[in-house]
């Protein structure tokens, strides 16, 4: 079983609609979540950082932590072609070195 | 957002020749940087993680005599394929881990494409 899991997509998604990205995880030592935004031959751009459980919104992309069912998500709301891209979760604890997800591909269609 | 610059951000070589990778924290002092490998739609693979002043920790199956990794300073690790072969065409990425505010985020750099003909 992978540490992390996360449906590598493709996601295809009409203009304006929300998007839920989600990974999984076995390790409950982990605290602290990433969600990354890469671009085709682009390096990934941090998009939101969450230490523990809970909620966290920055614009138009929400991010959730559930620690009980070890399960992350990250809603985008209003979708934009520009937020086609691949969206990699990522996770670790200190002194855990950080574990990426496979990352999932969204694709939104003007 | 701290800033990670990588050069070059393209470069083709022959085989056989060595192929150096710079990665450097622009606002920011690193003392752990990481260095990526990444197939075209695949996800990351870490290759080494680089300790400031310290010899690199190679993951299982990289050839640390083939990626030379160099640390000297907070801001600056270096990467060198050397005798690069085509199976080494890929995108190497370099990411540094902030260090103080929050130490667990690590800040990518935008990549290079490597190319050995």
């Known amino acids: 079983q992978k540490e992390v899991e996360q449906d590598p997509g493709p996601l295809s998604v009409p203009e304006g609609a929300i998007v839920s990205l989600n990974c999984t995880y076995s390790?409950?030592?982990?605290?602290?979540f990433m969600w990354y935004r890469q671009y085709s031959r682009k390096g990934p751009e941090l998009l939101m950082y969450?230490?523990?459980?809970g909620n966290k919104e920055d614009g138009r992309f929400t991010a959730q932590v559930d620690k009980s069912s070890k399960y992350i998500s990250l809603f985008i709301r209003d979708s934009q072609p520009s937020d086609s891209a691949t969206y990699l979760c990522?996770?670790?604890?200190?002194?855990?070195?950080?574990?990426f997800g496979a990352g999932t591909r969204l694709f939104v269609k003007a | 957002g701290a800033v990670v610059s990588q050069h070059p951000s393209r470069v083709i070589c022959k085989s056989g020749t060595s192929v150096k990778i710079e990665c450097r924290s622009l606002?920011?002092?690193?003392?752990?940087m990481f260095w990526y490998r990444q197939f075209p739609k695949q996800s990351l693979m870490l290759m080494a993680t680089?300790?400031?002043?310290?010899?690199?920790?190679?993951e299982q199956g990289v050839e640390k005599d083939k990626f030379l990794i160099n640390h000297a300073s907070l801001t600056l690790s270096t990467l060198t394929v050397t005798s690069a072969h085509p199976e080494d065409s890929s995108f190497y990425i370099c990411?540094?881990?902030?260090?103080?505010?929050?130490?667990?985020?690590?800040?990518f750099g935008p990549g290079t494409r490597l190319l050995v003909l």
């Open positions: 390790n409950s030592a982990f605290q602290y």
């Open positions: 990411s540094a881990r902030q260090t103080g505010i929050d130490q667990e985020t690590q800040y």
């Open positions: 969450t230490y523990s459980s």
């Open positions: 680089s300790n400031e002043g310290s010899k690199a920790t190679y």
């Open positions: 990522a996770m670790g604890a200190g002194g855990f070195k950080t574990i």
């Open positions: 606002d920011f002092q690193a003392t752990t």
